[in-house]
């Protein structure tokens, strides 16, 4: 009598007795969308009308190792116009690009020099996590104090000619200023992208941002005393359009 009550339950467990069951989850998690190939480019100028504001001067008598790399009177380089055309425009896609793509972060460090006691260069992007070499060219103390709203912040000494500090910011943010508190006229500012979709205007207020997929961006140009400006471009895959801003006379 025992035989029929155990082949019932030997079916039970091999046709149904694990229906109930719940499966493992998947931890795997998804791999993010990859960056997808493009071959546009946009490039541009950014102009300013009128006429320029006058920079300040800087007295550096008393930093006699600094004022001896500069040649007539030291300004502050706030607003470079040449020809009509602006320096140090930070040129970034602000909005456009494919949703949930992951760009590959660049190893290698981005370099911001002390030398003559000024920022060199002024205006720089970086990708999100790429490293920032910050170096002391000068024979003297300077101070690089970081100064975000959406990254951690920080402020370090370099008190000796030669010396190198690498930082790294983990949250796209334009822009983070750069200060030093031993030299209050050192001012620098650094775009930090999650795309690598931007430049900087250089002595012709031109710029070149390449290796767009195909689209219609909207790009912003910021400029740390004449403000910002936007337009809408579009670009087929393997052209190229132009993007020009305009800026005036501060008020």
């Not at 039970?12 to 960056?35: E, H, K, N, S, Y």
Request: with cysteine; glycine share 12%; charged share 10%.
């Amino acid at each position: 009598m025992r035989y029929p009550i155990l082949c019932g339950a030997l079916l039970l467990a091999a046709c149904g007795g694990d229906r109930g069951a719940t499966p493992a989850a998947d931890t795997t998690a998804a791999a993010a969308a990859p960056a997808p190939a493009g071959s546009a480019t946009i490039t541009g100028t950014v102009r300013f009308s009128g006429t320029a504001p006058a920079n300040p001067a800087i007295d550096m008598s008393e930093e006699a190792a600094c004022q001896a790399k500069h040649t007539g009177v030291i300004t502050d380089p706030q607003v470079v116009v040449t020809n009509g055309m602006v320096s140090n425009g930070f040129v970034y896609v602000k909005s456009g690009l494919p949703a949930g793509v992951t760009y590959p972060t660049p190893t290698t460090p981005v370099v911001i020099d002390q030398n003559g006691c000024l920022y060199t260069p002024r205006v720089f992007g970086v990708m999100a996590g790429q490293p920032i070499e910050i170096r002391n060219s000068d024979p003297v103390l300077h101070n690089i104090k970081a100064v975000p709203t959406a990254n951690r912040g920080f402020n370090i000494s370099q008190p000796s000619q030669g010396m190198t500090t690498t930082r790294t910011f983990t949250t796209a943010e334009v822009m983070v200023p750069f200060e030093c508190n031993v030299h209050g006229w050192m001012n620098a500012w650094v775009g930090v992208m999650t795309h690598p979709f931007y430049a900087t205007s250089g002595a012709d207020g031109g710029f070149s941002i390449q290796g767009l997929p195909a689209g219609t961006y909207e790009l912003e140009a910021w400029h740390e005393k004449l403000g910002t400006r936007t337009i809408s471009v579009t670009v087929a895959e393997g052209g190229s359009a132009t993007a020009e801003f305009s800026f005036g006379p501060t008020t």
